[in-house]
Antibody, heavy 119, light 107 residues
Framework: EVKLVESGGGLVQPGGSLKLSCAASGFTFSSYTMSWVRQTPEKRLEWVAYISNGGGSPYYPDTVKGRFTISRDNAKNTLYLQMSSLKSEDTAMYYC????????????WGQGTSVTVSS | DIQMTQSPASLAASVGDTVTITCRASENIYYSLAWYQQKQGKSPQLLIYNANSLEDGVPSRFSGSGSGTHYSMKINSMQPEDTATYFCKQAYDVPWTFGGGTKLEIK
């Protein structure tokens, strides 16, 4: 059974940093590209980071570029999202998601970890 | 960025009704469109990819169609378990972008 379990969320002050983790199991993690997607309190979905199966070719939207860094450890079957210079608008539920082999649709999502940026 | 305009924002349907949700892209996305279902308190689930390919395990009453900038998802014979919010997403160009969602309820 494919499982994605996020952790690391919490309350952080504006300007602070946080590192999210996503533990993967039930599939060959190193074969799949992965993304992070967030859902705002208004329920809007926003893709925030992508990484290739080997760990290269990261993509980010302009809203987080330069502040967020996606990485992965294929030996540990874990995906990460390092977030810095956090803003109130980064407050959201953060999901890790697996991409279909050879495509960009996301076929499995974790349960999410909540990030709140507030003083 | 490619803008995705989804409609309607909400609708209520009776059991057995046919439901259609549409998504319009601000430019041609060449069938690179997916539909997701999100039930209350759960994470999104993939229903349809490449505009019209049904994900494994998804009931056949769901279908997708469209081309260019206009896409739609249809539910033939609405069931109570289809109550959810539905999102479209384009994956033609980064940043990948989602529609605003359609909240579907049982009438």
């Amino acid at each position: 059974e494919v499982k994605l379990v996020e952790s690391g969320g919490g309350l952080v002050q504006p300007g602070g940093s946080l590192k999210l983790s996503c533990a993967a199991s039930g599939f060959t993690f190193s074969s799949y590209t992965m993304s992070w997607v967030r859902q705002t309190p208004e329920k809007r979905l926003e893709w925030v980071a992508y990484i290739s199966n080997g760990g290269g070719s990261p993509y980010y939207p302009d809203t987080v570029k330069g502040r967020f860094t996606i990485s992965r450890d294929n030996a540990k079957n874990t995906l990460y999202l390092q977030m810095s210079s956090l803003k109130s608008e980064d407050t959201a539920m953060y999901y890790c998601a697996r991409h279909l082999l050879g495509g960009y649709a996301m076929d499995y999502w974790g349960q999410g970890t909540s990030v709140t940026v507030s003083s | 960025d490619i803008q995705m305009t989804q409609s309607p924002a909400s609708l209520a349907a009776s059991v057995g009704d046919t439901v259609t949700i549409t998504c319009r892209a601000s430019e041609n996305i060449y069938y690179s469109l997916a539909w997701y279902q999100q039930k209350q308190g759960k994470s999104p689930q993939l229903l349809i990819y490449n505009a019209n390919s049904l994900e494994d395990g998804v009931p056949s009453r769901f279908s997708g169609s469209g081309s260019g900038t206009h896409y739609s998802m249809k539910i033939n014979s609405m069931q109570p378990e289809d109550t959810a919010t539905y999102f479209c997403k384009q994956a033609y160009d980064v940043p990948w972008t989602f529609g605003g969602g359609t909240k579907l309820e049982i009438k």
